[in-house]
């Protein structure tokens, strides 16, 4: 990237795109955002971590965070800078296999390692760098009714809550959530709330006001609309709600959830159908408000930006983006780019 360029962008927002370098893709890329139509325009790339299929910014916006979802799992840390991120040290190995996200909480980066079922925290350093070893790794336990998905443990996601007071934890394999603490760098389980059997929860998305949490639900395909009370660090089902009427288990497979920022709406990505879904929120339940063509071939991550919804397209190698109706919550396709084997969208 030119000085130029760097230059005209450095005040603009920017979004960090991961993907798949074993499938092709270029590694972590920047792109500037436009507020006024959400259009992506790329900047550049960084490679040297393979598969940084996950990617999160620390709350100032200098540091990004990336999971290296291989075999032999790691974290690693990138310092923010006008020319992109830069590397901050090396990687630190997670201590479990293929993670898929990641999150801050309490000064730690937290992984979901889908591969081995287990979750790790990373300590972060004052300067943001990362720690060399991990402070602990908690060990899921359990399995579920459906076969070959369900047989052992398979964390996919972690997050803070919105309150900051908890971590929270999606499993695939053992059809729960739990709910974490983190003292003296090890992580505990607090509470874990089953879900329907075979339903098998992907991501959780909390509403803006902080007392609602939907879980997508990989192999059902639904979303399970929760009650979330932070003062006990417990998640309540309410109900379950098709993502797709009529679409069978295994034919379709739910991946990215979103709620809008105004606690309106709720958008779920579906593989297969290659779909997204809009739903409005009604009090503890989700009215579906239709669905429109997602931009590509299997939406594997969505997320939301200044009124704007962003797909990373694994299989069509595109990142696209749609203007949302106000009034109904629809996406309307707005423009693309191509990234190889995108995997996740964030913007800083």
Known sequence: MTDAVAAGTDRQRRAFIGSFTAAGGPGIVTAALAPDNGALTLLGAVDGLPDPSYLALSPGGDMLYAVSETTDGAVAAYRVTADGPVPAGPRTPVGGSGPTHLGLYAGHVLTANYGSGSVTAVPVRTDGTLARTASGVLRHTGSGPHAPRQQGPHAHQVQPDPSGRWAVSVDLGTDSVRVCTLTDGALAVHRETALRPGSGPRHLAFHP????????????????????????????????????????????????IVASSDGRFVWTATRGADVLTAFAVEGDTLRPAGTVPCGGHWPRALSEADGFLYVANERSGNVTWFAVDEGTGLPRRSGTVAVPAASCVIFG
């Open 209 to 256: 006001d902080g007392t609602r949490a939907y879980v997508v639900n990989e192999l059902a395909p639904t979303v399970t609309v929760c009650r979330w009370d932070a003062e006990e660090g417990a998640l309540r089902p309410l109900t379950e709600v098709p993502v797709l009427p009529g679409a069978a288990a295994g034919d379709v497979y739910p991946s990215g």
